[in-house]
């Protein structure tokens, strides 16, 4: 096979940057697979508030960029494509990808999550899970379910739509954040469990617990998040509950995807970083 490595991340959102650019300076032959863009999670990102050395917040797309830049200029070798299955050969990772094939003797998984998608309709438009994907926002009335920090945030994010129904049973978000979607005239937060959510007229109606129906032309879904195990072999998925960052010999976790529960960008980068070092250790044969 032509396209060996030492390592292949798979993954560039931050976890999988962090361990691009720690391998590629340790002197590895490594490549980044990412299926869309680098940043990841970032993307969906209005303002990161809690990143050390900018106490004003930095933007999540301008982080995104900065962490793009940062590879590319170490020469870290990335591969836009999508990875479909992991499959195992004697002591080689062999990565089943839409446009090509891999292998590589350790491998460093940092997917991040995706959402559960309950009240994702295929037949109702309009419905996004991300939100990089809702465009055209602007005198808009958008329902964003969820009352946590990924909700609040992207309530600052489409500031300039007309109404935002804030829903969800009860706020989880960070103080300052609440503190500051409080202050938008345009925002109202509704403790509510959504009962249903239907399509007429070109209005998305959402059904909530007090029998109250509101209707909106976009919804954005911010909770429910979980690992996307597909592309593991049947023998390795019931180990990503049980360890944190070596789930197998070569093989590791980084990001949201290693700690699901704790989506922090300092921990991304410190798994990120754990990963690489455990990828580092394995190919040297140390313990």
């Known amino acids: 096979m032509k396209n060996v490595f030492d390592c292949i991340i798979i993954g560039g959102g931050p976890a999988g940057c962090m361990a691009g650019i720690h391998l590629q300076r340790s002197g590895f032959n490594i490549v980044l697979i990412e299926k869309e863009r680098i940043g990841g999670s970032l993307h969906d990102a209005n303002i990161i508030e809690n990143y050390p050395g900018f106490p004003a917040g930095i933007k999540g797309l301008t982080l995104a960029k900065k962490l793009e830049e940062h590879l590319f200029s170490i020469g870290v070798k990335v591969i836009f494509d999508e990875v479909l299955k992991i499959k195992f050969r004697g002591k080689f990772f062999d990565l089943v990808c839409k446009k090509g094939n891999y292998r590589a003797r350790s491998l460093i998984v940092a997917i991040g999550l995706v959402n559960r998608e309950k009240w994702k309709n295929k037949r109702i438009k309009n419905i996004y899970t991300r939100a990089r994907d809702l465009k055209s926002w602007r005198n808009k009335v958008i329902a964003i379910l969820g009352l946590g920090d990924t909700a609040f945030d992207a309530s600052l994010r489409f500031s ?3 109404k935002i129904y804030l829903i969800g049973r009860k706020i989880k978000a960070i103080k300052a954040l609440v503190e500051k979607v409080k202050e938008m ?20 109606i959402i059904r909530l617990s007090s029998k109250k129906k509101i209707e909106v032309d976009k919804v954005l879904i911010c909770y429910g998040k979980k690992r996307n195990n597909a592309i593991f072999p049947e023998n390795i998925k019931s180990k990503l509950r049980k360890k944190l960052i070596e789930i197998y010999p070569g093989l590791f976790i980084a990001g949201d995807f290693a700690m699901p529960e704790k ?22 044969g140390e313990k």
């Open 185 to 204: 005239e345009n925002v109202k937060i509704l403790n509510k469990d959504v009962l249903g959510i239907s399509e007429s007229k070109n209005k998305i």
């Open 160 to 162: 300039s739509a007309s």
């Open 263 to 284: 989506r922090y960008i300092s921990i991304a980068f410190a798994t990120g970083i754990m990963a690489a070092e455990g990828a580092i250790k394995y190919l040297r």
